[in-house]
C-alpha cells in the first residue's frame, strides 16, 4: 500500500505564492502518475492539476491555468504544485492521489491512493 503525504498549506494574502509537496512511500514512484485535487466543505472534490509517470504531460482546470505549475521529482518521491497570484476563491483542502497506471486522467474514480490533505487559505 503506498502513503501519500501533503505538505506546505498555510494562511497567504491574495496575490501571493505557496508551494505544496506531495511525499509518496515505495520504491515505484515513478510508474504513478499524480494529481492534485481540492475540496471545500459542501461541494464536490475538484480537479486541479495532473501529471503523468514520466512529468512529459500535464493537465489543469481552467480556473488555475497560468497560475499554477505541476511538477515532480521521481528521485525524491515528491510531486509539488507551484501556486501564483493565489486567490481567495482557492481556499480549500488540497489532497494529492496517484494512479498506478501512468496515465494521468482528471476523475477521482481513477486514482487508487489518496493523501490525508493540506489546508490553503488565501486572505483577501
Known amino acids: 500500500q503506498v502513503q501519500l503525504v501533503e505538505s506546505g498549506g498555510r494562511l497567504v494574502e491574495a496575490g501571493g505564492s505557496l508551494r505544496l509537496s506531495c511525499e509518496a512511500s515505495?520504491?515505484?514512484?515513478?510508474?504513478?502518475?499524480m494529481g492534485w485535487f481540492r475540496q471545500v466543505p459542501g461541494k464536490e472534490r475538484e480537479f486541479v492539476a495532473g501529471?503523468?509517470?514520466?512529468?512529459?504531460?500535464?493537465y489543469y482546470t481552467d480556473s488555475v491555468k497560468g497560475r499554477f505549475t505541476i511538477s515532480r521529482d521521481n528521485d525524491k518521491n515528491t510531486v509539488y504544485l507551484q501556486m501564483n497570484s493565489l486567490k481567495p476563491e482557492d481556499t480549500a483542502v488540497y489532497y494529492c492521489?496517484?494512479?498506478?497506471?501512468?496515465?494521468?486522467?482528471?476523475?477521482?474514480?481513477?486514482?487508487?491512493?489518496w493523501g490525508q490533505g493540506t489546508q490553503v487559505t488565501v486572505s483577501s
Open positions: 515505495g520504491r515505484t514512484f515513478s510508474s504513478y502518475a
Open positions: 501529471i503523468n509517470w514520466s512529468g512529459a504531460a500535464t
Open positions: 492521489a496517484a494512479q498506478p497506471s501512468g496515465v494521468v486522467g482528471k476523475f477521482s474514480y481513477e486514482y487508487e491512493w
